[in-house]
């Protein structure tokens, strides 16, 4: 089975979340700087939503460049993914409209947190499909962005409910390691290359 599909399934889903969350940005009744005020904290949590989009897509975009081939299962845990994927729209909306309170803050954490857990589990159902010669496997090998990110997120989900700040700046944590795509899919098909000449 080829991996074309779920890779265009993907980009077009990815796409229209962030299409959904720019349009849940209102456009203020004013022609002032100052009518723009009240849109800071909707467009710094829309510009954060759309950094975590944009690196699941640079990243699922490097992981399935390096998987041969998917089966069934891979696709639904691509599904899987996605779904949780397709809830930062919501969670980014609630956050906005109730200045990052606890408990929208703590429920996008819980978005985040099921959202890499989602990524670890799809990455998981390739390697088993792919079996010991797995590519991925070879060049993932610990996964360890993967274990600071969720214990992050849990932190953030737990810290939500008395400081809300420190929650937002540990997801902002876990953006940073996971913006530049993973090296070692790189570096992995830089080797293959190289052996190949």
Known sequence: MTKNRLEA????VLAIIITIMVLEIKIPHGTEWVDLKPLIPILLSYFFSFIYV????NNHHHLFH??????GKVMWANLHFLFWVSLL?????????NHFASLPV???GFILLMCGAAWRMMAHTIIQ???NNSRLKQAVKSDYKTVVSIVCYIAGITLAFVVPIVSTVLYVFVAA???IPDRRIENKLM???HDSL
């Open 191 to 193: 080797e293959e290359e």
């Open 106 to 108: 703590a429920l996008y």
């Open 66 to 71: 390096i998987v041969s081939a998917i089966n």
């Open 129 to 131: 499909y792919e079996g």
């Open 9 to 12: 399934f993907s980009d077009g």
């Open 89 to 97: 729209p919501f969670a980014t909306g609630w956050m906005d409209e």
């Open 54 to 57: 944009g690196i699941y897509w």
């Open 177 to 179: 390691i996971w913006f």
